[in-house]
């Protein structure tokens, strides 16, 4: 399956000019027929302020960190690739912020003063949380969201920007990794993801991924027993001895512990079921970790994305598909 995945994201992300074409993704790169194709606008924040005493070069490049704008590319794809090609994110609006974002309690480091804390590794400032409230303000996402504008929007920051994973905003906002957004007057609720440029493009899938454990927890709260099909899709191994499924997004169906993607041991698993759904009869198969790449964070969650459902219908009052849920929070009642 990583094979699979790979392939794909290949044909996404394209090679060198000389490469050949590589084999179609063995999984289809469409969606299911009669499935709309999800496309959200995006807002991209990137708080990468140039640094005065390094030249001017942004803060980013002075510590030889990632690309915000290559991360937020590969990102997109990635979330194409697993999602079938049914999610399809279009960035709308991109915008190099240079300073850093504000604290809660008012504190905002200089480009100066994060480098030198950086560089000796301590003296950074506590509180660390932004001040999500000044900065819905300072960029009126609010009033774009009101105004259909945007729906979701990803900020990029260095490590200590003081960003949740992921957030959210509007009425009923509820738990998305962290507690939601306690004022804010946008009619409809919308999800603020939190990303940090040191970092690679697995940790932001890690970020989406427990988004959607959230909310896929919301979407089944009063779903008790075996009714609760998100509970069954995340069995793993250790949580439920021979009755793996897909596993969540630390643990894979063999892990032991958080982030023990790479454990080897040979474990039963259901989890082909779920290319299925809503038809989840079928016997388990023996699975091992190089099914979702043997350790790799990526290639792990990639596998996990791709299991989600994604299937015409609905089953005991919820859709089977999956995506929209996670993608537009207003569908979750």
Same mark, same amino acid.
């Given at each position: 399956?990583?094979?699979?995945?790979?392939?794909?994201?290949?044909?996404?992300?394209?090679?060198?000019?000389?490469?050949?074409?590589?084999?179609?993704?063995?999984?289809?790169?469409?969606?299911?027929?009669?499935?709309?194709?999800?496309?959200?606008?995006?807002? #991209?924040l990137?708080f990468?302020?140039?640094v005065?005493?390094?030249g001017g070069?942004r803060?980013s490049?002075?510590?030889g *960190?990632?690309?915000p704008?290559?991360l937020?590319?590969?990102?997109?794809?990635?979330?194409?690739?697993?999602?079938?090609?049914?999610?399809?994110?279009?960035?709308?609006?991109?915008?190099? #912020? !240079?300073?850093?974002?504000?604290?809660?309690?008012?504190?905002?480091?200089?480009?100066?003063?994060?480098l030198?804390?950086w560089?000796?590794?301590s003296?950074?400032?506590?509180?660390d949380?932004s001040?999500?409230?000044?900065?819905?303000?300072?960029?009126?996402?609010?009033?774009?969201?009101a105004?259909?504008?945007?729906?979701?929007v *990803?900020?990029?920051?260095?490590?200590?920007?003081?960003? *949740?994973?992921?957030?959210?905003?509007?009425?009923g /906002?509820f738990?998305?990794?962290?507690?939601? #957004?306690?004022?804010?007057s946008?009619?409809?609720?919308?999800?603020?993801?939190?990303?940090n440029?040191?970092?690679? #493009?697995?940790?932001?899938?890690?970020?989406?991924?427990?988004r959607?454990e959230?909310?896929?927890?919301?979407?089944?709260?009063?779903?008790?027993?075996?009714?609760?099909?998100?509970q069954?899709?995340?069995?793993?191994d250790?949580s439920?001895?021979?009755?793996a499924e897909?596993?969540?997004?630390h643990f894979?169906?063999?892990s032991?512990?958080?982030?023990?993607?790479?454990?080897?041991r040979p474990?039963?698993?259901?989890?082909?079921?779920?290319?299925?759904?809503?038809?989840?009869?079928?016997?388990?198969r023996?699975?091992v970790?190089?099914?979702?790449?043997?350790?790799?964070?990526? /290639?792990?969650?990639?596998? *996990?994305?791709?299991?989600?459902?994604?299937?015409?219908g609905?089953?005991?009052?919820?859709s089977?598909?999956?995506?929209?849920?996670?993608?537009?929070? !207003?569908?979750?009642?």
């Amino acid at each position: 399956m990583f094979d699979r995945l790979r392939r794909g994201l290949e044909r996404l992300l394209g090679g060198e000019d000389d490469a050949p074409e590589p084999e179609p993704f063995a999984r289809p790169m469409r969606p299911v027929a009669g499935l709309p194709l999800l496309r959200p606008r995006v807002l #991209v924040l990137v708080f990468d302020p140039p640094v005065a005493s390094e030249g001017g070069q942004r803060l980013s490049r002075v510590l030889g *960190w990632h690309d915000p704008t290559a991360l937020a590319r590969q990102y997109a794809n990635d979330l194409e690739v697993c999602s079938g090609g049914l999610l399809q994110y279009e960035v709308v609006g991109r915008q190099v #912020v !240079d300073t850093l974002p504000v604290k809660v309690d008012g504190f905002q480091y200089s480009p100066e003063s994060f480098l030198a804390a950086w560089r000796r590794r301590s003296g950074f400032h506590d509180p660390d949380g932004s001040d999500y409230e000044r900065l819905i303000a300072a960029f009126d996402l609010d009033g774009r969201v009101a105004r259909g504008e945007i729906d979701e929007v *990803w900020l990029f920051g260095p490590p200590y920007a003081g960003f *949740w994973e992921s957030t959210m905003a509007g009425p009923g /906002a509820f738990w998305c990794n962290s507690p939601p #957004v306690a004022r804010s007057s946008s009619p409809r609720r919308y999800v603020i993801m939190g990303f940090n440029y040191e970092r690679d #493009v697995g940790c932001m899938l890690e970020n989406f991924g427990h988004r959607t454990e959230s909310i896929m927890s919301k979407v089944y709260e009063r779903h008790a027993g075996e009714r609760n099909l998100w509970q069954r899709f995340c069995r793993y191994d250790k949580s439920h001895p021979g009755r793996a499924e897909c596993g969540n997004v630390h643990f894979a169906p063999s892990s032991q512990r958080d982030y023990d993607w790479g454990n080897p041991r040979p474990v039963p698993s259901r989890c082909d079921t779920w290319y299925r759904f809503p038809n989840l009869d079928g016997a388990p198969r023996t699975v091992v970790s190089a099914e979702w790449g043997g350790g790799d964070m990526r /290639a792990h969650h990639l596998w *996990w994305f791709d299991h989600l459902p994604r299937a015409l219908g609905a089953t005991d009052g919820v859709s089977n598909n999956w995506w929209p849920y996670v993608v537009s929070p !207003d569908l979750v009642g």
